[in-house]
């Protein structure tokens, strides 16, 4: 294990022809051990996740409707909310 305070062991327990593949995927040389590739799986899992959820936002986006141009008001009811969040963040 890597000397990184963030990091803390987690012990699992798998079927045995599942460690079996996990070790030959360690032993097929694309990783330095079993941690290291379930830290890939995990990574590659939230960003595929990331990806599910923005590719949700953009359909829902696509069938709320026809698109409608942005007033002058529109604009600076936007800029009043960005300031008041980021406002609201720093104090």
Not at 4 to 17: F, G, R, V, Y
Not at 24 to 32: D, E, I, L, S, T
Not at 70 to 87: F, G, H, I, N, P
Request: net charge negative; proline share 4%.
């Amino acid at each position: 294990m890597k000397n990184d305070p963030e990091l803390t062991p987690m012990n699992i327990s798998l079927p045995k022809n599942e460690r079996d593949y996990l070790e030959a995927k360690v032993a097929g040389g694309g990783y330095r051990s079993v941690s290291e590739y379930i830290e890939e799986l995990v990574r590659n899992d939230r960003r595929r996740q990331a990806h599910e959820e923005l590719r949700k936002k953009l359909l829902e986006g696509i069938e709320s409707g026809p698109a409608t141009e942005m007033t002058a008001e529109d604009w600076q009811s936007l800029r009043d909310e960005v300031v008041k969040r980021y406002r609201s963040r720093t104090n």
